[in-house]
């Protein structure tokens, strides 16, 4: 296989939020990966988040096809890069010029590395606060009720306390 000209291709995703906070699920997404071919490239299979990273073999359009299995609509937060052509044949003419421009391509990969891991960390930190929020709601809803059912049935406990002392008070006077 000739490696020239390769480009190696970083994904990342998070299934950020559900339409609703009563609407949330963990059954995930599916990613399938096609080359131009049609040949699967890559899967993942019921993920709230993944990231990874293919060599493109073949030159061309590529399709990420999502699945939710969900009921629910979600949003995704998506995020895909392509790295730069590798050409190993052609080099600076100036040797001292050669060392320098491919530690700066190094950082320049090592940069955008950075960058990608950090924008993957903040879509899954978007994604934890949405559900904090979400369950905040939900045990807030849950303690309302609780505390309406207990109010309620102190309620209907004090109707038949005194009921009941008022029929033993009537009959105990005659």
Known sequence: MDVRGLRLVHVSFVVIKADTPWHYSEDGVDLVVKDPNGNQVHDSRAKVSDKFEFIVQKRGVHRFCFTNKSPYHETVDF???????????????????????????????????????????TAQTDRQAILNENMSTRAIHKALLESAALIAASAVQVYLLRRLFERKLGTSRV
């Open 79 to 121: 995020d895909v890069h392509v790295g730069h052509f590798s050409y190993f044949d052609q080099h600076a003419k100036d040797e001292h010029f050669g060392p320098l421009f491919e530690q700066i391509r190094k950082l320049d990969e090592d940069l955008y590395n950075v960058l990608f891991e950090q924008h993957w960390l």
